[in-house]
C-alpha cells in the first residue's frame, strides 16, 4: 500500500466511456451509475497491494473488480441485482484472460446481510480492502434518446437501478434519508465483520439534489461507517473533469448539463459536478 500524495485525484483527464475498454461488456451501458474506472484504480493502488483480495459489497457492473484483477489483486463482489451480477461475472472473465493469474468472483445477494452464505469459493474473507460507491438513492441521470432517434421529444432511458422489479433490499428503492442510513449501516457492519483488522474500506460519494433539496450524502456515508464501527481517516477529491493545468473541464451528462444551465436561467446559483468525494475508513486493529 502506498499513501497519496496528494487529496486531488486527477482522474479525469479521460471521458469515463474511453476509460472502458475493450474488457468492459457493451450490456454494462445501461447500468445507470457506473464508477469511473480510473477512480476505482486510484483507490486499490493506494490502500491495497498486489496479490491482496478486493471486496465491493455494491458491485454493479463489476468495474472494481475488473480494475482490482488488472491491478493484480484478487477480487470478490456482491450484488443484489441478477441482471448486473451476470453483466460483472461477464467483465470479469474478460480480465482473468487478460490476467489468468488472478482470482475473481461475484456472488448474487442482499450486503445488508453479509454472511458466511456470500463468501466466494475461491476468495474468502477476511479481504483485505473494501471499495464501493454505494447509490444515490433514486437520482440517477441516465442517457438520452434524442429526435433524432425518438423523431419527438428527448427521452431518458438507462435510468433505473433494475430493468425490471427491482430487489427488495436496493436501496435506491426510494428516497428516504433514514432507509438509507439503516441500509448502509447494515452493509458497513457486514464489511467491518469481512475486513482484516488495520484494513481499509474506501467509498466513493458525492452531494445531490432531491425534489429541489441538496442532500449531503457524503456526510450520510460518514455516519453509517462510524456507526458500523470504522474509523474515518482521510478524504480526497477524484475529479470528474479534465485538468489542463489552469482549468477544470467538467465531463457532464446531458441530463445534468440540462439541469445547471436550467437551474441557473431560473437565477439559482448552480455549477456543473467536477468532483467526487473519497471517503476513507479504517477498521481498528
Not at 60 to 80: F, K
Not at 134 to 160: F, N, Q, S
Request: glycine share 10%; net charge positive.
Amino acid at each position: 500500500m502506498r499513501r497519496p500524495d496528494t487529496s486531488i485525484w486527477a482522474t479525469g483527464q479521460v471521458q469515463p466511456r474511453r476509460q472502458r475498454d475493450e474488457l468492459y461488456t457493451e450490456a454494462g451501458t445501461a447500468h445507470p451509475a457506473k464508477m469511473w474506472p480510473a477512480i476505482a484504480r486510484a483507490m486499490i493502488d493506494y490502500y491495497s497491494s498486489p496479490g491482496e483480495t478486493v471486496f465491493d459489497p455494491m458491485c454493479g457492473i463489476g468495474t472494481v473488480l475488473v480494475e482490482a484483477i488488472r491491478s493484480g489483486r484478487n477480487a470478490l463482489g456482491v450484488d443484489c441485482e441478477a441482471e448486473w451480477v451476470r453483466v460483472a461475472r461477464a467483465n470479469i472473465r474478460s480480465a482473468r484472460g487478460e490476467h489468468p493469474g488472478a482470482v475473481g468472483e461475484v456472488r448474487c445477494g442482499d450486503a445488508t446481510e453479509l454472511d458466511g452464505k456470500l463468501q466466494g469459493r475461491s476468495v474468502r474473507f477476511p479481504v483485505d480492502l473494501v471499495v464501493t460507491s454505494p447509490p444515490y438513492g433514486p437520482v440517477t441521470h441516465g442517457l438520452p434518446d434524442t429526435a433524432r432517434v425518438t423523431g419527438g421529444k428527448i427521452v431518458r432511458r438507462a435510468d433505473r437501478y433494475a430493468s425490471g422489479r427491482p430487489h427488495p433490499g436496493q436501496l435506491a428503492r426510494g428516497s428516504s434519508q433514514r432507509r438509507m442510513l439503516g441500509g448502509l449501516t447494515a452493509i458497513f457492519t457486514g464489511c467491518h465483520a469481512a475486513l482484516r483488522p488495520g484494513g481499509h474500506m474506501v467509498i466513493t460519494a458525492r452531494p445531490y439534489t432531491d425534489k429541489g433539496v441538496l442532500v449531503d450524502f457524503p456526510a450520510l456515508v460518514i455516519a453509517a461507517a462510524e456507526a458500523a464501527g470504522f474509523d474515518h481517516t482521510d478524504r480526497h477529491a477524484a475529479l470528474l473533469a479534465r485538468w489542463d493545468g489552469e482549468v477544470l473541464h467538467p465531463h457532464v451528462t446531458f441530463f445534468h448539463l440540462r439541469n445547471v444551465r436550467a437551474a441557473r436561467a431560473a437565477g439559482k446559483h448552480a455549477l456543473a459536478r467536477a468532483h467526487e468525494d473519497v471517503l476513507v475508513f479504517r477498521r481498528p486493529a
